[in-house]
């Protein structure tokens, strides 16, 4: 459905990013059509938005320069296109609230912003937990730095992707056009929200 509601706008370009590996149902590619599918059997983290960088950043290797890239989950259907004249102003487009972004649906001017950016979120996730902002976090981070065997230190963030991108985007201090709606339409795959139809 997600790939249906691209060819409908009129998007001739898509690609499909799995990372689930050997979970992946073969059968599944024969539903696939006028699109491209690309698989990837890497690590999964404890936190999925960590698993969702690293999937990107390698999926970017195979993206075409100086093109908008569209980003959308695979579980939501694209109801309506973004105008792409806003894209020749700006650097980012997609839905903000105070202090994340949604990763439902988002836009980027082109190849080499998207890049940099998820780069950005990478390293701001991973540095999350050793920054200081207040005694409490001061005393972890004297911590992490004396344990001798902490095995953790390097996967073991439980930042969001919304938030990591939220902050990649301010720091960057990317050109962006603030969505109301990003036009979605699909169930939610937060276990809190217990499988929320969401119109976003």
């Given at each position: ?157 439980n930042i969001a992707i919304e938030r990591g991108m939220f ?34």
């Open positions: 459905m997600t790939i249906e509601s691209l060819k409908s706008l009129g998007f001739s370009k898509i690609y499909l990013f799995d990372n689930s590996g050997f979970n992946w149902q073969k059968q599944s590619e024969n539903q696939l059509v006028n699109m491209e599918l690309v698989k990837f059997n890497s690590f999964q983290y404890n936190n999925k938005g960590l698993s969702e960088l690293l999937m990107l950043i390698h999926g970017m290797e195979i993206i075409q320069d100086d093109i908008p890239i569209l980003k959308i989950s695979g579980r939501y259907s694209l109801t309506e296109k973004l105008d792409q004249n806003i894209l020749n102003e700006v650097e980012f487009a997609g839905k903000f609230n105070s202090d994340t972004i949604s990763t439902r649906a988002y836009y980027f001017c082109n190849k080499q912003v998207m890049q940099t950016t998820l780069f950005e979120a990478l390293n701001n996730m991973y540095f999350y937990k050793h920054r200081v902002f207040g005694f409490r976090s001061l005393i972890q981070v004297i911590k992490n730095a004396f344990l001798k065997n902490n095995s953790t230190i390097f996967y073991d963030t902050n990649a985007i301010k720091k960057l201090e990317l050109k962006t056009y603030k969505m109301q709606k990003i036009n979605v339409r699909g169930i939610s795959g937060h276990p809190a929200d217990n499988k929320k139809v969401i119109n976003e």
